[in-house]
């Protein structure tokens, strides 16, 4: 290789080398591969030169994208001007990695510079001595925020929202008001955040009176009371409401930000919309990963750590397994007269166990958006029923078919047909009723959903199909 050919371009490429990349996602993010051959060339102030040009979400991509002892490299080579903003765009399992390599002093460094709901969601999942060292090193006032952001509820909106906003008296005019904004702009204080939607009118007891979009200040003339051009129907949110409420709230009704008040209604921080999709994907990415029954992190998890939280689902599966041989283990003298039946069996447990999935998975994401609930229980269900039957119809005639066509016995396309019609049927009750079931119970039913629908629809499906074959063949 050439002096030349080892040249890297500001991206971190060859001369000549394809710029199209895709292991990344961002449009002119450094390519992984260009970090790599630095690592392993030792350039590091080159490296570090590079990256710190790069958004801290790309970053973080790279972090994820590198194997262990290269990421630990970079992490090392970053340590002495860490941002916390990386940390932030990081799933949780490999957060707690990177934390794991940085100082205390170091990691309150960083996260001195976030804002306040980043630092809590941060440090929230850290243990208490990890916390406590952490805290210890944060300014005062930004170690206060956060420790009361900390005794809001997980998944709250107390533990979601951000200390920072702007939040003027009512009796301001918007000449005022842009005048105070200016000037905390042109002396760099803290007390307006770089960025914001929404101005808080509140009143002498702090309780919001509604709020003022920026594009209404900027229309308004500067002699114009806040009070005459503000937005009084609101939409407070309690800091002990669930985040997944939030993420409705805010989808039902398209908000951009939204006022976090206390019990008496006082303002005490705000929900801007980019927190609320970090919420709706990290609820989707939860209920995906409870369906397959894998955990969070699993990615980044060692062999032996991903093998044991693995290990319990599937081990509840060999038990429904073995329920479903029982059942076929009834029927043994049967499958031994007709080897027909062996040969069939399979697809009707398999069609509806598909069809179960599909219902189910309506049925899961529909309690999740309060889409499906106790007033539309029945409509959902009876719809379900419906679907089964007249999916289980136009398959028993092609099953049937299929059925009698090969093996040449009526009989035995009646029982494949009829054995469908069931247990498509129950599918789509099941795949309704097990999920709802499981919500009225207070259990998440994208967690074991699956299993329960798993184990019924072998179950009726061997028992229709192998009880069916008994009494018509014999």
Same mark, same amino acid.
């Given at each position: 290789?050439?002096?030349?050919?080892?040249?890297?371009?500001?991206?971190?490429? &060859?001369?000549?080398?394809?710029?199209?990349?895709?292991?990344?996602?961002?449009?002119?993010?450094?390519?992984?591969?260009? +970090?790599? @051959?630095?690592?392993?060339?030792?350039? /590091?102030?080159?490296?570090?030169?590079?990256?710190?040009?790069?958004?801290?979400?790309?970053?973080?991509?790279?972090?994820? %994208?590198?194997?262990?002892?290269?990421?630990?490299?970079?992490?090392?080579?970053?340590?002495? !001007? #860490?941002?916390?903003?990386?940390?932030?765009?990081?799933?949780?399992?490999?957060?707690?990695?990177?934390?794991?390599?940085?100082?205390?002093?170091?990691?309150?460094?960083?996260?001195?510079?976030?804002?306040?709901?980043?630092?809590?969601?941060?440090?929230?999942?850290?243990?208490?001595?990890?916390?406590?060292?952490?805290?210890? *090193?944060?300014?005062?006032?930004?170690?206060?925020?956060?420790?009361?952001?900390? $005794? =809001?509820?997980?998944? !709250?909106?107390?533990?979601?929202?951000?200390?920072? /906003?702007?939040?003027?008296?009512? =009796?301001?005019?918007?000449?005022?008001?842009?005048?105070?904004?200016?000037?905390?702009?042109?002396?760099? !204080?803290?007390?307006?955040?770089?960025?914001?939607? @929404?101005?808080?009118?509140?009143?002498?007891?702090?309780?919001?009176?509604?709020?003022?979009?920026?594009?209404?200040?900027?229309?308004?003339?500067?002699?114009?009371?806040?009070?005459?051009?503000?937005?009084?129907?609101?939409? &407070?949110?309690?800091?002990?409401? @669930?985040?997944?409420?939030?993420?409705?709230?805010?989808?039902?009704?398209?908000?951009?930000?939204?006022?976090?008040?206390?019990?008496?209604?006082?303002?005490?921080?705000?929900?801007?919309?980019?927190?609320?999709?970090?919420?709706?994907?990290?609820?989707?990415?939860?209920?995906?990963?409870?369906?397959?029954?894998?955990?969070?992190?699993?990615?980044?998890?060692?062999?032996?750590?991903?093998?044991? !939280?693995?290990?319990?689902?599937?081990?509840?599966?060999?038990?429904?397994?073995?329920?479903?041989?029982?059942?076929?283990?009834?029927?043994?003298?049967?499958?031994?007269? +007709?080897?027909?039946?062996?040969?069939?069996?399979?697809?009707?447990?398999?069609?509806?166990? *598909?069809?179960? $999935? %599909?219902?189910?998975?309506?049925?899961?994401?529909?309690?999740?958006?309060?889409?499906?609930?106790?007033? *539309?229980?029945?409509?959902?269900?009876?719809?379900?029923?419906?679907?089964?039957?007249?999916?289980?119809?136009?398959?028993?005639?092609?099953?049937?078919?299929?059925? /009698?066509?090969? =093996? %040449?016995?009526?009989?035995?396309?009646?029982?494949?047909?009829?054995?469908?019609?069931?247990?498509?049927?129950?599918?789509?009750? #099941?795949?309704?009723?097990?999920?709802?079931?499981? *919500?009225?119970?207070?259990?998440?039913?994208?967690?074991?959903?699956?299993? =329960?629908?798993?184990?019924? $629809?072998?179950?009726?499906?061997?028992?229709?199909?192998?009880?069916?074959?008994?009494?018509?063949?014999?």
């Amino acid at each position: 290789m050439t002096q030349q050919d080892a040249e890297l371009d500001r991206e971190g490429r &060859r001369p000549g080398e394809d710029r199209t990349d895709n292991s990344d996602d961002g449009a002119g993010a450094m390519p992984v591969r260009a +970090v790599e @051959d630095l690592l392993e060339a030792g350039d /590091f102030p080159r490296l570090a030169a590079l990256l710190a040009d790069e958004h801290p979400s790309d970053v973080a991509h790279i972090l994820e %994208q590198l194997g262990g002892e290269q990421r630990t490299e970079l992490i090392d080579l970053l340590r002495p !001007s #860490f941002d916390g903003e990386v940390l932030a765009y990081l799933p949780g399992e490999l957060r707690e990695e990177v934390i794991g390599q940085l100082e205390p002093k170091e990691l309150a460094a960083a996260m001195a510079e976030l804002d306040t709901d980043d630092a809590v969601d941060v440090i929230q999942d850290m243990e208490e001595e990890d916390q406590a060292a952490i805290l210890a *090193n944060l300014p005062p006032e930004t170690r206060a925020l956060v420790e009361e952001g900390l $005794t =809001f509820p997980e998944y !709250s909106a107390g533990r979601l929202m951000s200390r920072e /906003f702007v939040s003027v008296p009512m =009796f301001w005019t918007v000449g005022k008001l842009l005048d105070y904004l200016r000037a905390a702009a042109v002396s760099g !204080s803290d007390e307006v955040p770089e960025q914001f939607y @929404d101005i808080f009118i509140v009143d002498p007891r702090h309780k919001v009176a509604g709020t003022v979009p920026l594009s209404r200040v900027l229309r308004a003339k500067r002699g114009v009371k806040l009070n005459e051009i503000l937005h009084e129907d609101i939409h &407070r949110i309690p800091a002990t409401m @669930d985040q997944e409420e939030v993420a409705r709230l805010f989808r039902k009704y398209g908000l951009v930000s939204a006022p976090v008040v206390d019990g008496g209604g006082r303002l005490l921080g705000v929900i801007t919309v980019d927190d609320v999709v970090d919420v709706i994907e990290e609820e989707a990415e939860a209920d995906l990963l409870a369906l397959g029954g894998v955990e969070e992190g699993d990615l980044y998890r060692a062999v032996l750590d991903t093998t044991k !939280s693995r290990f319990r689902w599937l081990f509840i599966n060999l038990i429904t397994a073995i329920v479903a041989s029982v059942v076929i283990g009834l029927f043994e003298a049967t499958i031994e007269q +007709v080897v027909a039946l062996a040969v069939l069996m399979p697809i009707v447990a398999s069609m509806g166990g *598909n069809a179960g $999935t %599909q219902t189910l998975t309506v049925a899961v994401r529909a309690l999740a958006t309060r889409e499906l609930s106790e007033a *539309n229980a029945l409509r959902v269900v009876g719809k379900e029923v419906l679907v089964g039957t007249a999916n289980g119809v136009l398959f028993a005639v092609i099953a049937g078919l299929t059925a /009698f066509a090969w =093996f %040449q016995d009526p009989l035995i396309g009646v029982v494949i047909a009829a054995a469908m019609v069931i247990n498509l049927v129950c599918a789509g009750l #099941f795949g309704a009723l097990i999920p709802l079931g499981l *919500n009225r119970l207070g259990i998440d039913p994208a967690v074991s959903s699956a299993v =329960f629908l798993t184990t019924v $629809t072998d179950v009726v499906g061997f028992l229709a199909f192998l009880g069916l074959a008994t009494l018509i063949l014999f």
